[in-house]
């Protein structure tokens, strides 16, 4: 059974720097075949993607974090990353950890707090 497991949440000031962590174990294919994804949950708001990396790296952001947040994946670790820079108030939610297989299924991990606060 996939698992994933995010850490590095916590509170940040505005204009701060966060980086948050996913952990997968319980593959039954190769990790690099994966597409990671990062989502958000705001409350009252619906989940919303955040970013992507594709096995090839191709990386993909919304435009609300472009420029400022960096997916990474470490395949070896079997890890993807998500550096978040300069951060601001909006960017309060939970995040998600987002694994869809070379089969097309999705897996999310239980998602870490992220709170932007002065």
């Known amino acids: 059974q996939v698992q994933l497991v995010e850490s590095g949440g916590g509170l940040v000031q505005p204009g701060g720097t966060l980086r948050l962590s996913c952990a997968a174990s319980?593959?039954?294919?190769?990790?690099?075949?994966?597409?990671m994804s990062w989502y958000r949950q705001a409350p009252g708001k619906q989940r919303e993607l955040v970013a992507t990396i594709t096995r090839g790296g191709r990386t993909n952001y919304a435009d609300s974090v472009q420029g400022r947040f960096t997916i990474s994946r470490d395949n070896a670790q079997k890890m993807v990353y998500l550096q978040m820079n300069s951060v601001k108030h909006e960017d309060t939610a939970v995040y998600y950890c987002n694994l869809r297989s070379p089969g097309g299924a999705n897996d999310w991990g239980q998602g870490t707090q992220v709170t932007v606060s002065s």
């Open positions: 319980g593959l039954y294919f190769s990790f690099e075949f994966s597409v």
